[in-house]
């Protein structure tokens, strides 16, 4: 998996075995969370946060690791926040 992250102020990549991603998920910035959430539409900005994040990962491991190269996270904001993740 490949985590790449990049603000204004902070950038990250990241390769990362699939099942240490949970983990990864732990380390993130919680201002992460918190600049992207500002940038998703409503209702749904509150379901950007690390322990949601996290409970999607773990529920869908088996998945992920069927699925190696399909990039299921990537969005850019017009600041030019930019997260991808590809498996």
Known sequence: MKVKIRTKDFRFSLPVPIGMAG?????LPEKLF???SINTPEPYD??????????IVKECMDILKENKGLE???????DGTFVSIKL
Do not use: G, W
């Open 23 to 27: 983990f990864v998920v732990q380390m």
């Open 34 to 36: 918190e600049e992207m």
């Open 46 to 55: 509150k379901l950007v946060t690390k322990e949601t994040i996290n409970l």
């Open 72 to 78: 299921i996270i990537h969005v850019e904001a017009a």
